[in-house]
């Protein structure tokens, strides 16, 4: 018989050296993700003492709002669109990085540079871009003699959704191509060395080595930027204010808006849940299928 | 029409505070003119001498504003060095709400606050009734549940066309619209030109108002004040004949004669939209005269308010429930309570508010004759405001009392009309949509 390893027991300073995160995480994570479970149970506007317990109304409530149903449809869009357009262009621009030799780190940075600036700047530049009456695109369509194509683009419901993802596929792009870059990098030479002598053309490399060594990579991009996408809100807020119209409105959006400007907090906490709901719900479903694919060096 | 010389030729006027003593009956919404003058300008109440600081916020949005403001609480601290005014202010009017609701979350809650949602703050009991003796320096103070709660800054600014003289010279305009219908034909006398003949900042869904309540002051309130308390009884539709007729009109206004970009065109773009000829016209209020003389200062402008159809002439100008309130938590302390008195007593003395009302054009609230420089617009704007034959309501979303409408369903129903010009919607279908979304807001605010 082989004896057991003995299970190692917690010594007093371990517990010492957790308490203060673990204090710090339920004053700041724990009890108040519980109170919001209590919050979407009531018709507290956010300001009053009065809270008053109303069951699932709120959920009631949504599960009959096509405000609601519009805003989900949005954010459905908006996460599927950006999901594929982010990690497509991230997946181009770290092949591209990993193979150009000249001016190398030059490229790198122009490509990450959108990720550090603020969603709400970003929104704003992009805003005045695409600004109607004053935004450098339309001045542009009029110069080459393309006025026809002027459009409101952040007005008109046919392009504002669309302006929105492309600004958004912009600004996240070059954070997914850097863990994409690390996952290139991590590939072994000789592989590609092997399949070259065998015949295999650059094609054939890539969906047979280099895109299957790469799933731990695409794990990780595909369910930060599905999550990313759930809660896109800066974008919104600055670009559309959720319009025109109802157009761009998701449910971030509209959590803010009936929770803050409306005085519904009880109703934006209970959207608040459906969307934690919805983002595990997908989240874990990501993880099932494409853990699937990972590939073991 | 009028040189530019003279047009902008200050005029030393006299805007006597009885102007807004000629608003009509007050619909069902109470108002009182109390005669205590106890803490008028003449007897000013006294700062204690104790060190002593409060908090204080405001919506920062308009420029002029902010510069009116900001010169007032640097008057006030330089003759009254114990006193400390901590000024929190930083955001704009569309967010000023979210703002309170995050100050008051995070333990912030102004002492002395520009308030703008009486009922919402009152009912949360975060903020007091004003005091006794600061109720004699105004004309006319609107009551919430028989209380009153606010230093009026200025009176409701009446909303109008701000139009380009030169677009209405080249459109071959040389007489203002007696009738809505004859509004109408200016504007296909503009398009006409080339120049769009309306912006709209309909970016920033608190603009999208003004035309609102421009159809539904002619087609509803002026037929019925109490329009909306019906319909919160459900006695009253959106689908009514009157509501679907300014539905209508909006719409047809909209799609005909407002600027392509409306709806990515920020409030504070529409002057330079205006001042750039790129449109002849912009329906808002006299908050924007300062912008528009600063956009371009050679820029000639006239504003005037558009009649209805029989040519009736019906404005946004009653009292409002607006203004510095105090808060709860400040008027637990006696000191600040007094300095928070001597503040609002200093802002509005003559000489002071004067400067003030001159600098954001605003039409005064005070007992004491407060006399300023103006230009031709805002004569134009107190005239109508003193005019009796002029009728005077509230926006859909200013009544109170029992016509106040749910808080939620502003900016939504705002927002429904974008969608019913965009998509070419029918009329009828989009109010039932009104209808159902109204009851909703009603039945949530009651649980």
Redesign the interface.
Known sequence: MIAQPKKKKWTNYAIWFILPAFLLYTAFVIVPTLSSVYLSFT?W?????NI?Y?GF?NFR?ILS???VHNALKNTLIFAFSLVILENALALLLAILVDQVRWLRNFFRSIFYFPVLMSGIIMGFIW?II?????GVLNQLLDMIGLGSLKA??????DFALIAIILSTVWKAAGYYMVIYLAGLQGIPQELHEAASIDGANRWQQFRSITFPLLAGAMTVCLMLSMIGSLKIFDQIAVM????????TETLTYII???G?????QG?GTALSMVLFLLTLVISLVQIKVLRKREVQM | MAKKSLMQMATMMVALTVVLSACGGNNGNNTSAPSNNAGSPENPTEAPKKEVSFTLAYATGDPSTKKAIETTIDAFTAKNPNIKIVNYSETTSA?Y??WL??K??VGQFPDLVEMRDTK??V????IVELPEDLKGLFTLLPEYSGKVYNAPITGTAPQGIIYSKKAYADAGVTELPKTYDEFLAIQEKLAATGISPIVVG????FHMGFWTNYFFINEVYAKDVDWNSKRTAKTASFTDAGMVQAVTDYKELFSKYV???????ADN?TA??LVSG?AAQLFSGPWMFGQISEADPSFEFGFYAIPDRSGKVNINALPSLAGWSLSAEGAKDPDKVEAMKSFITFFFEPEQYASYLATVNGIPTTTAEVTYETGEQMKEVLRLVSDSSVNKYLGLANWFGDNAIP??FR??YY??L??LV??NGDVTEYMK?ADAEYD?NVK?NQ?
């Open positions: 018709s506007d956010g300001l009053s003492s008053r109303i109304e409530e709002s096509p405000r805003m695409m600004n109607y009456n004053f409101d683009w952040l007005g008109d419901p559309t204010d959720g319009g025109p119209g109802f157009a803010y808006k009936v803050f400007g409306e005085l519904r109703f | 967010s709400l979210d609701k995050t008051d979350a919402v703050f009912d949360a009991g975060k309909g970016k920033d869904i600027d392509k970009g409306w709806l990515s065109t773009q330079s939209i790129k808080p939620q900016n939504w927002k429904l974008q969608e965009l998509t949509k909703s949530a649980q």
